[in-house]
């Protein structure tokens, strides 16, 4: 199972781009990459999931090198509501799948 | 599209009783379906698979007799705690996988707070 390494914490201001990098040097052939956002006292929520290369929807934007050992999740114009916890994860599907998430990335938006 | 309930969403139980936690998938059909445990501050950890028809595969260290996992059908997996204690209590989430695909899509239920007195 591709572990993965994020930063424990990032802070910005309103109206400002985050871009939350996440390494994931063991990556599998068959893995996808997937970030999930988690707030207080809820389950996480997905944001956006990607193989290689750039995929972009309405609310992010994943970035892949050609390598696939890192990521890096970019939120444009963050607000004080994407205030949350930040969660990448690697993985394929598979019969004996497992999930790991690992610490997350504590993103906290400031007026 | 793609949503998962879960019932209740906050319980309180005394020591000693049973309690269980439903996970339903709403508009989809997921045969595999996980249950993860997180307390405050901290991060989701997986407890355990389960898939439709079959035994629940747990993590290690998760007491299989005391954290009973029913998956009947391909819209609803349940867990129950059973004989619970308070350090039982903890916030648990579970996610289901829809059937068929490639990729690795997993939806989470909103949660179900547990709170032993």
């Known amino acids: 199972l591709a572990k993965t390494t994020q930063p424990i914490s990032m802070d910005s201001y309103e109206g400002q781009e985050v871009n939350i990098t996440c390494s994931h040097n063991?990556?599998?052939?068959?893995?996808?990459i997937t970030w999930y956002q988690q707030f207080p006292s809820q389950g996480p929520r997905f944001i956006i999931q990607?193989?290689?290369t750039k995929v972009t929807n309405e609310v992010a934007s994943l970035f892949i090198p050609a390598d696939r050992k890192s990521s890096t999740l970019s939120l444009p114009r963050v607000s004080l509501s994407d205030t949350a916890v930040y969660y990448c994860?690697?993985?394929?599907?598979?019969?004996?799948?497992?999930?790991?998430f690992g610490a997350g990335t504590t993103v906290t938006v400031r007026a | 599209g793609a949503v998962v309930s879960q019932h209740p969403s906050w319980v309180i139980c005394k020591s000693g009783t049973s309690v269980k936690i439903e996970c339903r998938s709403l508009?989809?059909?997921?045969?595999?379906m996980f249950w993860y445990r997180q307390f405050p501050k901290q991060s989701l950890m997986l407890m355990a698979t389960?898939?439709?028809?079959?035994?629940?595969?747990?993590e290690q260290g998760v007491e299989k007799d005391k954290f009973l996992i029913n998956h009947a059908s391909l819209t609803l997996s349940t867990l129950t705690v059973t004989s619970a204690h308070p350090e039982d209590s903890s916030f648990y989430i579970c996610?289901?996988?829809?059937?068929?695909?490639?990729?690795?899509?997993?939806?989470f239920g909103p949660g179900t707070r547990l709170t032993v007195t």
């Open positions: 994860l690697v993985g394929a599907r598979s019969n004996d799948y497992k999930l790991s």
């Open positions: 389960s898939n439709e028809g079959s035994k629940a595969t747990y």
């Open positions: 996610s289901a996988m829809p059937a068929g695909g490639v990729s690795y899509e997993q939806y």
């Open positions: 508009d989809f059909q997921a045969t595999t």
């Open positions: 990607g193989y290689k």
């Open positions: 063991n990556i599998a052939t068959n893995d996808y």
